[in-house]
């Protein structure tokens, strides 16, 4: 990493160096990264304790050994006889991160679950401190000694300064009662882990597919790194709660830890049915942040919804989660009287009397339905003709919640997607399931899912794709419809999920292709606040988004690096969460819309998003689509 005045002169630099590393045979590919971009290679280099992370199964890159330092000019010789012992033991290490001084994170593949596994672990750290000794290194060269390397310290540093240390100990801390058994007087390293040697993983049948591991490997995939206790100055979305909250009770890690917890030492028949899970995971909303964000990617999003349909089989499914879950049956049955119905929800004392009786918050505001359905107004249209050699033909997913509160949207984008050429049929399919997976209600979502898959996959193709509008809705193809998938609708859900995309990315693409141009929309300026979807981040990016919103020529978009909303999909109409939704909301959203100028259009791809930010701030946001067909010319 080099810093000059000028780029010219990194750029000497940069060619001195390449010339010299290729002149030694050294390196293949000398990529060069100014400003912003320099970030992704500190991005994929932090990238790399995520992959490890992510082996499945019980055998592991074990952080053992990984602190080791050594004089770098001895490196090559370290790393040698490194190998050598592991070589002796059948084993295989990653190394990882800072070789150019001298210190490698070395990480063992191994199954600590195993009485073998737990003696070669002893084995290994043993015959390395010796190793490191000879090299006159360091064991602990970048982080602590702590539980794991504590008992080699007298070997590292001798009786005497031990001695010292032990001393230095009984002094200001004779009762032992800071940080008992580290540094001085540690327990044997392989006495304080979490498995405990021979032990057996639990029998869990689960409605999710785990893909080649179990529920329990995935929570235990959580390397307790932390990473979830970012601020909301971070940037990022994980983790919401933790957020506002600052409390480790309401962090990812404490989430996948308690699950861990109970699933391998819980002595109930349904070892998912204890009130400290449902107490913990209360506060998770299901963001996915975790997914994209977290080193290892736990979705703890996905095991929440999951530990829920396990609670619920044992304690039943609350009669607030049953009207949340079939959100899209209400909105049916007062489609019918729209009128009626958001009188009803939005007049003060009715409408109290409701959201008390849902046990949703009274000072939230009510989604109204729609005067009209996206479905009734294409209905009262003629009927598109579709023929054979139709090249721009696209399948519109109408979710539920665009079809009954957002029509206004769903017409929005068929007629921008007219205007641009393209045919669009609504084809036959159900709900997403979105709102039953938000509240765990798995065995229905996974109904939802089969008949969905079959209803689709016939006419889904690379050139008839399916685009949807609500993020949380089409990505549900994407993410959960493979994992609910039983055998026989697999391999038809992952065809399926290849030629589904969220609206965004679809009009990105076709920009990239040229299909779509800047010549078809205004050239008048405008200022767009751009706050992505937490699911469209963690599944999709926001570039397609910021891409699409950038086409007319004159318009400037800037991104809010805002996490979460707050809401969340219910999470911020139920009473006892209200106050968090609005907490997490204001720590990066509400003020940057509140200073956003008049002449400033805020947009929010999803429904959750703008009925937030209407509720928060006062302020209307507008979908994508919708900016995007008011630019057309």
Not at 176 to 191: E, Q, R, S
Not at 611 to 631: C, F, N, P, R, S
């Amino acid at each position: 990493e080099f810093k000059k005045d000028t780029r010219e002169e990194i750029l000497t630099i940069a060619k001195d160096v390449e010339a010299a590393m290729r002149e030694k045979g050294l390196g293949y590919h000398f990529p060069l990264l100014f400003g912003n971009d320099t970030k992704k290679i500190w991005n994929l280099r932090k990238a790399g304790l995520g992959l490890l992370g992510n082996m499945p199964g019980d055998d592991k890159a074990v952080p053992v050994i990984e602190d080791t330092a050594v004089d770098v000019h001895d490196l090559p010789g370290y790393i040698e006889e490194f190998n050598a012992i592991l070589k002796k033991y059948d084993l295989y290490a990653v190394h990882y991160a800072h070789a150019g001084s001298g210190e490698l994170h070395l990480r063992p593949i191994i199954n600590l679950k195993t009485e073998e596994g737990n003696a070669l672990f002893r084995t290994i750290a043993t015959e390395v401190a010796a190793l490191v000794k000879k090299y006159n290194g360091s064991l602990s060269g970048e982080h602590g000694d702590g539980r794991l390397r504590g008992e080699f310290i007298p070997q590292m540093i001798g009786a005497k300064n031990y001695a010292l240390l032990q001393q230095i100990k009984e002094t200001w801390d004779p009762h032992h009662i800071f940080n008992p058994g580290k540094i001085v007087d540690t327990p044997p390293m392989n006495t304080q882990l979490r498995y405990t040697p021979g032990q057996k993983d639990p029998n869990v049948t689960t409605v999710f597919r785990w893909g080649n591991q179990t529920i329990l490997q995935h929570a235990e995939q959580c390397n307790g790194s932390g990473d979830c206790r970012k601020t909301h100055l971070s940037g990022g979305t994980m983790c919401p709660s933790f957020m506002a909250t600052r409390n480790e009770k309401d962090t990812t890690r404490a989430r996948a830890n308690i699950l861990r917890e109970f699933l391998t030492n819980s002595t109930a028949v349904n070892k998912f049915n204890h009130k400290e899970i449902y107490e913990v995971m209360d506060l998770c909303l299901s963001c996915k942040g975790c997914k994209s964000e977290c080193p290892s990617n736990v979705d703890v999003a996905k095991l929440k919804a999951e530990f829920l349909q396990q609670y619920y089989n044992v304690n039943g499914i609350p009669l607030r989660s049953k009207l949340i879950a079939h959100f899209s049956t209400v909105a049916k049955l007062g489609s019918i009287w729209p009128g009626l119905y958001n009188g009803l929800v939005t007049n003060p004392i009715t409408g109290t009397i409701i959201k008390n009786m849902a046990g949703f918050a009274t000072k939230r505001s009510m989604p109204e339905l729609s005067k009209i359905t996206v479905q009734q107004w294409m209905n009262k249209r003629e009927k598109q003709t579709v023929s054979a050699n139709n090249e721009k033909l696209v399948y519109l997913f109408c979710d539920e919640f665009t079809n009954y509160n957002d029509a206004g949207i769903g017409i929005a984008a068929i007629q921008l997607l007219e205007k641009l050429g393209y045919t669009v049929i609504i084809p036959r399919h159900v709900e997403s399931g979105r709102a039953m997976l938000s509240k765990g209600l798995l065995y229905q979502a996974k109904k939802i899912a089969h008949q969905n898959i079959d209803l689709l996959s016939p006419l889904i193709t690379e050139e008839t794709p399916l685009i949807g509008i609500e993020p949380s809705a089409i990505l549900t193809f994407r993410d959960e419809y493979i994992d609910l998938a039983d055998d026989a609708h697999w391999e038809a859900a992952k065809q399926l999920a290849k030629h589904v995309f969220y609206i965004d990315e679809f009009l990105a693409r076709e920009i990239k292709k040229g299909i779509i141009t800047a010549a078809s929309f205004t050239k008048m300026p405008k200022s767009i606040q751009l706050h992505g979807h937490c699911q469209q981040k963690a599944l999709t990016n926001l570039n397609d988004s910021v891409q699409v919103l950038s086409l007319p020529e004159n318009y400037t978009v800037n991104y809010i690096p805002s996490g979460c909303c707050g809401m969340a999909g219910s999470f911020g109409y139920e009473k006892e969460h209200y106050d968090l939704s609005m907490q997490i909301g204001n720590l990066v959203l509400f003020p940057a819309v509140q200073k956003a100028g008049t002449d400033t259009e805020i947009a929010a791809p999803g429904t959750s998003c703008r009925h937030q930010i209407k509720d928060g701030t006062g302020k209307k946001a507008k979908h994508t689509v919708e900016i995007l067909w008011e630019a057309m010319v």
